[in-house]
């Protein structure tokens, strides 16, 4: 197994629109697609469509939705057996509303009411197996799945898209962190990115890095500090964005790449999933990736089939 996620699926709707409208108003869709989410969920994703073997452990209800996003991971040959189903329960829900007209994104969420991953869930030796471990929380269950994969050496790689106080605890037990320019913001009032990601760094990881939305990324691995720009696309969604841009890089250490090239690469696939709506259905290929990366251009013949997919789903 080269990846094991831990994290929580959910299911959205996305609706693209030109506009948020005002209050008792309204907006003409113009496309819609049923796609599964979740942090954790989608950069797995991610690294299934890139090529990785990848594992999902999480809880699911008993109920359609959750039935979609098992069949969603196995569409992409993502291993469930360590998936929860919680029979009586439903699964969390999204609408997402993404505007041309900022090309940002809404979030509608219904949280659902699954029961939380425990402990007693894990299988000790399947997290064990994995070569690198994903998490983007402090549960008990992610903290223990973290210090069984220290024991074993296996890095574990940190999604920080929001800033919590429980994170800091849990900074000593990751060894990549990953964080977004909304986590950025909340902790640090200035742009002195090379002294900011040294100061994550000393707490423990090796490997700091923060996205900086459509400019790119900043990061430091050892003493390296990089600034990598991002690449001008078409956006129609950002939805995943970040997710994805997770999935990349932990791909980009797989192959044994530095973090700089890592970050290059995972720039370039993030962006080509935001030409698409949805945080899977432009999830590109290596093979799709490194063209781009070669001469700019998005061979979309494979990824506009998933988008034709996703449209119809549910």
């Known amino acids: 197994m080269d990846v094991v996620g831990v994290g929580i699926p959910c299911v959205d709707l996305l609706a693209n629109i030109p506009k948020i409208p005002e209050p008792n108003s309204g907006a003409r869709i113009q496309d819609y697609s049923w796609q599964g989410g979740g942090k954790v969920p989608t950069a797995v994703v991610a690294l299934a469509r890139l090529g990785a073997k990848c594992g999902m452990i999480g809880v699911v209800g008993g109920c359609s939705y959750g039935q979609f996003c098992i069949d969603d991971f196995k569409y992409h040959g993502i291993d469930v057996s360590q998936m929860v189903i919680d029979e009586d329960a439903e699964t969390p829900f999204s609408i997402v509303l993404a505007d041309d007209y900022t090309h940002g994104r809404s979030i509608l969420y219904y949280p659902g009411n699954c ?43 940190y999604d920080a898209d929001g800033y919590h106080p429980d994170v800091e605890e849990m900074i000593p037990l990751i060894d990549v962190f990953i964080a977004s320019e909304f986590y950025y913001k909340a902790v640090f ?26 400019r790119g990324c900043v990061g430091i691995e050892g003493d390296k500090f990089f600034f990598e720009e991002g690449f001008k696309v078409d956006v129609m969604d950002t939805t995943g964005a970040g997710d994805v841009y997770h999935g990349a890089f932990i791909y980009g250490l797989l192959q044994g790449w530095d973090a700089q090239k890592t970050a290059r690469f995972s720039n370039a696939v993030s962006a080509i999933k935001c030409t698409r709506m949805g945080g899977r259905a432009a999830i590109p290929t290596f093979e799709t990736v490194t063209k781009f ?4 251009v998005i061979d979309y013949e494979e990824i506009d089939k998933r988008v034709a997919r996703y449209r119809k789903s549910i």
């Open 115 to 157: 029961r939380r991953l425990e402990v007693e869930d894990l299988d000790k030796d399947y997290i064990q197996s994995a070569r690198y471990l994903h998490l983007a929380d402090t549960t008990p269950a992610s903290r223990q799945a973290a210090i069984w994969a220290r024991e074993k050496s296996i890095p574990v790689v």
């Open 189 to 214: 009032k200035d742009e002195e990115y090379q002294a900011n990601c040294k100061k994550i760094q000393s707490m423990g990881p090796n490997i700091v890095v923060f996205t900086l939305g459509e």
């Open 293 to 296: 990366l070669e001469t700019g």
